[in-house]
């Protein structure tokens, strides 16, 4: 597994990056818990836990669990950080049953351009998105403006799967895009592979009107200054 993981890179204050080849994770701490921000693929709870105790923070301080969505590089590692940290899972109601194990992921609708990428990246583009993730349970299922034990403000963004979901911190200005938008060469781009691709436009142009200085994208490196104007702006070119 990515040893970079380990360094838990300090984005914003308690804010903490955690990279990984693929499916990055995100630490929080708000200072009476911990909030972790995906999980990467199956076999990354070492890592985590190590980037945990790089921080100065212990495994049962990790309060909560935020699935941005049900793909495996986002909640593969979801049941073993459980079984040895306690954390309470939430998740979006409609990716709940796929997470917890009790329903098949809904499959992409590829565009042209995504048939071919697919196809590299996973050897069969009719397979995609590939095996599930270890099922968990879902402590708590969330809708759009629900809020976390931190205060964070979950936002609703449906496309890349049904119940894809982001994670604001307005007071921090800090945004968990999940993989409605990804990252490449510094600007924020969209996210690929999704089940609804004019849902998740829809998606990003909602996340264009929040106003943050730090995305934070499960694909490609954080986007630190003036991050929501360059999601604006991308906006504008759809």
Same mark, same amino acid.
């Given at each position: 597994?990515?040893?970079?993981a380990?360094?838990?890179?300090?984005?914003?204050?308690g804010?903490?990056?955690?990279?990984?080849?693929?499916?990055?994770?995100?630490?929080?701490?708000?200072?009476?818990?911990?909030?972790?921000?995906?999980?990467?693929?199956?076999?990354s709870?070492?890592?985590?836990l +190590?980037?945990?105790?790089?921080?100065?923070?212990?495994?049962?301080?990790?309060?909560?669990?935020?699935?941005?969505?049900?793909?495996?590089?986002?909640?593969?590692?979801?049941?073993?950080?459980?079984?040895r940290?306690? +954390?309470?899972?939430?998740?979006?109601?409609?990716?709940? #049953?796929?997470?917890?194990?009790?329903? #098949?992921?809904?499959?992409?609708?590829?565009?042209?351009f995504?048939?071919?990428?697919? +196809?590299?990246?996973?050897?069969?583009?009719?397979?995609?998105p590939?095996? #599930?993730?270890?099922?968990?349970?879902?402590?708590?299922?969330?809708?759009?403006?629900?809020?976390?034990?931190?205060?964070?403000?979950?936002?609703?963004v449906?496309?890349?799967?049904p119940g894809?979901i +982001?994670?604001?911190?307005?007071?921090?200005r800090?945004?968990?895009?999940?993989?409605?938008?990804?990252?490449?060469?510094?600007?924020p781009?969209?996210?690929?592979f999704?089940?609804?691709?004019?849902?998740?436009?829809?998606?990003?142009?909602?996340?264009?009107?929040?106003?943050?200085?730090?995305?934070?994208?499960?694909?490609?490196k954080?986007?630190?200054?003036?991050a929501?104007?360059?999601?604006?702006a991308?906006?504008?070119?759809l």
């Amino acid at each position: 597994m990515d040893a970079r993981a380990h360094e838990a890179q300090l984005l914003a204050p308690g804010v903490f990056f955690l990279e990984f080849g693929v499916g990055h994770a995100y630490l929080w701490d708000w200072g009476d818990g911990l909030t972790l921000v995906d999980t990467s693929l199956p076999g990354s709870a070492e890592v985590i836990l +190590a980037a945990i105790a790089s921080i100065g923070r212990a495994p049962h301080d990790l309060t909560e669990i935020v699935l941005t969505h049900f793909h495996a590089d986002h909640a593969g590692s979801a049941a073993e950080l459980v079984a040895r940290t306690g +954390a309470s899972v939430i998740a979006h109601t409609a990716d709940a #049953p796929v997470i917890r194990g009790q329903a #098949p992921q809904p499959p992409p609708t590829l565009t042209e351009f995504e048939r071919p990428l697919a +196809a590299a990246l996973f050897g069969d583009s009719t397979k995609l998105p590939g095996p #599930p993730a270890p099922p968990v349970v879902v402590d708590r299922e969330v809708q759009d403006g629900d809020t976390t034990a931190g205060g964070g403000t979950i936002v609703g963004v449906p496309g890349h799967t049904p119940g894809s979901i +982001a994670l604001f911190l307005p007071r921090l200005r800090v945004l968990f895009t999940g993989d409605t938008l990804a990252s490449g060469d510094g600007a924020p781009v969209l996210g690929p592979f999704n089940v609804d691709r004019l849902s998740a436009i829809e998606s990003i142009r909602k996340q264009a009107r929040l106003e943050y200085d730090v995305a934070c994208f499960g694909h490609g490196k954080p986007i630190v200054g003036a991050a929501s104007r360059k999601v604006l702006a991308m906006v504008r070119s759809l």
